[in-house]
Structure formats: C-alpha cells, structure tokens
C-alpha cells in the first residue's frame, strides 16, 4: 500500500541530490495519498524555494501552516 511518509522522505533526499522535479513528483505522489498532509506542502514550499520560484514557495508554505 503505498503511504505518503515514504513519498516524502524520498522527495527529502531527493532534494539533497537536488533532483528537485523528481522531488516535486514524490510530494504530489504524497498529496494525492493525503491532500491535508502538511509535511508535503511544506516540502513543496521548500523545493520551490531552492529553485527560485518564490510565489509557489509562498502559497505552499501558507497551505502547510494551515494544516497544522
């Protein structure tokens, strides 16, 4: 069964390897597993950080503090 937690501790290290698309794929994965899971958007939101897409960065860090 797959779970969002192993799609995003994959997207983590593939973030450290920046291999950020794949990243990104893996914390879509993980939202379309659990839509109100707060880690993958954080995750997102940092991703695009790294990436230099600031405004996604925003809206994604934003939908992560409401989760919680």
Do not use: C, H, Q
Request: no cysteine; proline share 4%.
């Amino acid at each position: 069964i797959p779970n969002p937690r192993g799609y995003i501790n994959s997207a983590v290290l593939k973030t450290k390897l920046r291999k950020y698309n794949e990243a990104l794929s893996d914390l879509k994965k993980a939202l379309e597993l659990d839509p109100k899971n707060s880690d993958a958007y954080f995750g997102m939101s940092v991703v695009y950080d790294l990436i230099g897409e600031k405004s996604k960065a925003e809206k994604y860090r934003r939908m992560a503090e409401e989760l919680k």
